[in-house]
Nanobody, 118 residues
């Protein structure tokens, strides 16, 4: 199983970025798909998550600015990030609960760097 994250980059405060996370590799089913982030010196934190039915959950710090979505047919989750702030600077990781055969397990993708300058 691979979770391929893309879309990171450098923007000025107030700008936007869209992250994508595509799952591949003999997948039978995917439950929750999530985005986490980790800034230097800080623990990894949940940014947003979405169930396979489309229910979403956000960290208070990103509510109203970030939107998580998914395309189940493409096995892909997205994170639209608007009105970015310097404190959003971090490495962003996607994660998903994936079933290959009988049970769901947690998988992580490699991070993608997001840098927001003031």
């Amino acid at each position: 199983v691979q979770l391929q994250a893309s879309g990171g980059g450098s923007v000025q405060a107030g700008g936007s970025l869209r992250l994508s996370c595509r799952a591949s590799g003999g997948i039978a089913g995917i439950k929750d798909m999530s985005w986490y982030r980790q800034a230097p010196g800080n623990p990894r934190e949940l940014v947003a998550s979405i169930t396979n039915g489309g229910s979403t959950n956000y960290a208070d710090s990103v509510k109203g600015r970030f939107t998580i979505s998914r395309d189940n047919a493409k096995l892909t989750a997205y994170l639209q990030m608007n009105d970015l702030k310097p404190e959003d600077t971090a490495v962003y990781y996607c994660a998903a609960k994936i079933r290959l055969h009988f049970v769901y397990e947690d998988y992580w993708g490699h991070g993608t760097q997001v840098t927001v300058s003031s």
